[in-house]
Nanobody
Framework: QVQLVESGGGEVEPGGSLTLSCKAYGSIFATYSMGWYRQAPGKPREMVAY???????TYADSVKGRFTLSRDTDKTTMYLHMSSLQPEDTALYYC?????WGQGTQVTVSS
């Protein structure tokens, strides 16, 4: 069993930055696929950033150049570094490791 605990969400002004963290507890493998997804009110959940094994990360077009997916060397924590945030980035953000999901952390971009 794997548990994912997210943190780092909050409210930020347009143009600001946030870094989300996702800590994994339990038995995990370094080659597990990982990713970040988000869901805004009234919209379906969408992929934001995804990495499968040793492949380079894939990003949604809407966040390319602004968001970066990374992982700690111990492979138990992954991050989503977000910059130049815009109101349309407002959503509940979820991390995913293999088929395990985090509980979600809210990101609100507002002036």
């Amino acid at each position: 069993q794997v548990q994912l605990v997210e943190s780092g969400g909050g409210e930020v002004e347009p143009g600001g930055s946030l870094t989300l963290s996702c800590k994994a507890y339990g038995s995990i493998f370094a080659t597990y696929s990982m990713g970040w997804y988000r869901q805004a009110p009234g919209k379906p959940r969408e992929m934001v950033a995804y990495k499968d094994g040793l492949e380079p990360p894939t990003y949604a077009d809407s966040v390319k150049g602004r968001f970066t997916l990374s992982r700690d060397t111990d492979k138990t924590t992954m991050y989503l570094h977000m910059s130049s945030l815009q109101p349309e980035d407002t959503a509940l953000y979820y991390c995913k490791l293999y088929f395990y999901w985090g509980q979600g952390t809210q990101v609100t971009v507002s002036s």
